[in-house]
């Protein structure tokens, strides 16, 4: 049996997933009221149009989750460390699937796993991915990643579905950093198109800032493949040029001077973090750097774009 860890929309879109796939699945939401009207309903406001199948049990108790082999963490980065501590479990198995850095340790989700369950194989699942898209079934691609190979091609084989292909590596730092940084580039991208700067600032600032992705994940040892696959340019693609994209909306926002969506959006907390990484290993991040003015409301979009116009010119 799955559990899933958070029953926001991600987190609810894996559970039908696997639940249609003709697996038990168990639900877990802090909120219990909310977990009741799901499973008395069969739907939740995070994903109102798709009904959850009768494999799914919504639920707000922990206890539950014992009997679950494999447990899937859908809880923002930001939020991980005291949700975890909360959770009196033990599990075998351990996925992250959340994407960020977090601000306090500088450390990606499967560091926030690996502390608290020491003793469990711990892995992530990222990649180009819409909630909306994986609960109406439409044909998905994520990658999984586990430095224990043999027990990943196991998770691999646990986790596929129909419509929602996996596939697998042992490079954890280049699957967390690809999903992390690719939020910090899509807001850039998503406030070039709001202030009406048009799709070649946008193009230049993909191809820019996905060079600032593979500077920083290669010196911090991932490897540059890992980076142009789904986790790194396949989610850049799709995060940097959809308004469904959270990130993008709210660079647009910030873009078009207007109000920014009440969403969570973690490019915000991973640029900061972002730029302390790039301040510990010494590099240069100026998109990263932009980024993060914008979201601080220290820089507004026309001043950021001449910052980044008016560098030196260099090579690529």
């Not at 639900?27 to 499973?39: I, P, S, V």
């Not at 990606?108 to 109406?136: K, M």
């Not at 048009?198 to 010196?219: D, N, P």
Request: include cysteine; charge should be negative.
């Amino acid at each position: 049996m799955i559990g899933v860890v958070g029953a926001g929309a991600f987190g609810t879109a894996l559970a039908i997933a696997w639940a249609r796939a003709g697996q038990p699945v168990m639900l877990w939401g802090r909120d219990a009221e909310a977990m009741g009207h799901a499973a008395t309903t069969r739907f939740t406001p995070r994903l109102p149009s798709a009904k959850l199948p009768h494999t799914i049990t919504p639920t707000a108790d922990a206890t539950l989750l014992h009997d679950c082999d494999t447990l899937v963490i859908a809880i923002p980065t930001q939020k991980l460390t005291p949700a975890l501590a909360a959770l009196d479990l033990a599990p075998h198995r351990a996925v992250a699937a959340s994407k960020g850095v977090d601000l306090t340790t500088l450390r990606g989700p499967t560091a926030a796993l690996a502390d608290r369950w020491p003793d469990a194989t711990i892995a992530i699942l990222s990649g180009p991915s819409f909630a909306a898209d994986i609960a109406q079934g439409l044909p998905t691609a994520l990658v999984l990643a586990c430095a224990d190979d043999a027990a990943g091609e196991q998770l691999q084989s646990d986790l596929s579905t129909p419509r929602l292909r996996l596939y697998r590596t042992t490079d954890v730092t280049g699957v967390e950093l690809g999903g992390a940084l690719k939020n910090v580039v899509a807001i850039a991208c998503g406030a070039a198109i709001g202030a009406g700067l048009g799709e070649s600032a946008r193009a230049a600032l993909m191809t820019r800032g996905m060079a600032e992705m593979l500077r920083l994940a290669q010196t911090m040892g991932a490897e540059r493949q890992t980076l142009m696959g789904l986790s790194g340019l396949g989610d850049l693609a799709l995060t940097a040029s959809s308004p469904a994209s959270r990130n993008f909306a709210l660079g647009h926002a910030l873009g078009a001077g207007t109000a920014p969506p009440d969403a969570t959006t973690e490019g915000v907390a991973t640029a900061r973090a972002t730029l302390d990484l790039a301040a510990r290993h010494g590099l240069d991040m100026p998109v990263t750097a932009a980024t993060t003015a914008l979201v601080d409301g220290s820089l507004t979009v026309k001043d950021a774009m001449e910052r980044l116009l008016d560098r030196d010119l260099t090579t690529e």
